[in-house]
């Protein structure tokens, strides 16, 4: 089965630079979610998508943007990298409904961004 | 505000025995929980979800409103279990946010 694939899989920018994270859903699912998870650390809860619009909020920097094209693929935009910015970000999606597996979060394998 | 805590950042255990990870949440309503597994280099996966109330790979974990748990347990530890286990919760729509505990990395010695 398709799973959420994430583009690309390593990344490497130099500070002030721009970077574009893309994430392709599972086919139908309505829902799309970025997590950043630095070093060690859990992963923090970015922003989502539902139909198109944003959904929720969560610690996303004011430099960093996104969106959900009518295809439902979502793209993350960072720019004036910051060293900080290093990490691993997650694309998750899913499907809202009230079936056996709705709403529950499949994960891409991630995007590593390096930012030197 | 959603909160969640796995206060074990390493939790390490023999094969065959029995293993629990901890989860606390702090959450107002009514939340859903879940553990998720990553192995290795492999990307984050489910495990459980409490309103499922199944066991995967041997895993089961009960929601205990009273004191705001979903522990993890398994009777018999294998060493294929090694890896990082995150426990999340969602509150509010059902199309809301997972918040992650800081996860727990389990190694099963042989």
């Known amino acids: 089965a398709a799973g959420v694939i994430q583009s690309p899989r390593h990344l490497i920018k130099e500070k002030r630079e721009t970077a574009t994270l893309k994430c392709y859903p599972i086919?139908?699912?309505?829902?799309v979610y970025w997590y950043q998870q630095g070093p060690g650390q859990d992963p923090q809860f970015l922003i989502s998508?539902?139909?198109?619009?944003?959904?929720d909020k969560g610690s996303i920097p004011d430099r960093f943007s996104a969106q959900q094209f009518s295809d439902y693929h979502s793209e993350l935009n960072m720019s004036s990298l910051e060293l900080g910015d290093s990490a691993l970000y997650f694309c998750?999606?899913?499907?809202?409904?009230?079936?056996?597996?709705?709403?529950?979060?499949?994960f891409g394998a991630g995007s590593r961004l390096t930012v030197l | 505000a959603q909160r969640v805590t796995q206060p074990e950042k390493l939790l390490s255990v023999f094969k065959g025995a029995p293993v629990e990870l901890k989860c606390n949440y702090s959450?107002?309503?009514?939340?859903?929980l879940f553990w998720y597994v990553q192995y290795s280099r492999q990307r984050l996966q489910l495990l459980l979800r409490?309103?499922s109330r199944e066991s995967i790979k041997g895993f089961t974990a009960d929601l205990n409103k009273g004191e705001t748990s979903f522990h993890l347990k398994k009777p018999f530890a294998q060493e294929e279990d090694s890896a990082m286990y995150y426990c999340?919760?969602?509150?509010?729509?059902?199309?809301?946010?997972?918040?992650f505990g800081q996860g727990t990395i389990l190694t099963v010695h042989p």
């Open positions: 998750a999606s899913s499907l809202s409904g009230a079936g056996a597996g709705a709403n529950v979060l499949t």
């Open positions: 409490h309103i």
């Open positions: 086919p139908r699912h309505d829902t």
């Open positions: 999340a919760l969602r509150g509010g729509t059902s199309y809301g946010k997972l918040t």
């Open positions: 998508f539902y139909e198109k619009m944003q959904s």
């Open positions: 959450y107002s309503g009514s939340p859903e």
